[in-house]
């Protein structure tokens, strides 16, 4: 897709200045202008270069000063068991059958093609939750939730949470919830 539009562009810019008659030269360079103007303003505001403006986030500049108690998480969870962790802890433990990127299987994010076939959350054995990664509301009301009555700390270091479920799911999931929504749960009644 990318080719297509950077050939479509040349063209385009081709095509104007053709139809601009002795302004060719001149038309042409305006457009080369707008076109980079327009590259320089989208890479600062939603690229992942230098110039972005969320560069540092995007590629963090430092070393995670936590991998080694992420690494030393990771290792307590068996590695047949089903799983729910955070977004930059999931790909350490893909190997899985069942992995979910919290907060699936609760809440239906990100989950197949249209939401669909959302799996059972009582299936989920494990939390692996990186706290300060948990930014919403509902996903804070939910882990709270399940840590006060399915799930119980195995560990928690500087924000890294090990949980093991110790209680069968509250209430069956009931019907596959809507993309961006939850299944029902007393603590989530006042989010979508």
């Not at 080369?32 to 986030?57: E, Q």
């Not at 949980?163 to 007393?186: D, F, T």
Request: hydrophobic residues 40%; glycine residues 6%.
């Amino acid at each position: 897709m990318l080719c297509g539009t950077a050939v479509a562009t040349v063209e385009a810019i081709g095509w104007i200045s053709r139809r601009a008659g002795r302004a060719f030269a001149v038309t042409r360079n305006a457009m080369v202008l707008v076109v980079l103007v327009c590259a320089i303003i989208s890479t600062r505001l939603w690229g992942a270069s230098p110039l972005a403006a969320d560069y540092d986030s995007i590629w963090p500049l430092r070393s995670d000063s936590r991998a080694e108690l992420k690494t030393a998480a990771i290792a307590m969870v068996p590695s047949d068991a089903s799983l729910s962790t955070a977004y930059n802890i999931a790909p350490h433990v893909t190997h899985r059958e069942k992995v979910y990127e919290f907060p699936v299987p609760w809440c239906n994010i990100n989950w197949g093609v249209n939401g669909e076939n959302l799996d059972d959350p009582g299936q989920v054995q494990w939390l692996l939750i990186d706290r300060t990664l948990v930014g919403s509301p509902r996903d804070q009301a939910l882990l709270d939730d399940l840590l006060h009555g399915e799930f119980s700390i195995v560990s928690e270091q500087n924000g890294i949470v090990v949980a093991h479920r110790v209680q069968p799911a509250a209430e069956p999931p009931g019907p596959n919830p809507a993309p961006g929504h939850c299944y029902p749960r007393p603590s989530l009644r006042n989010y979508p």
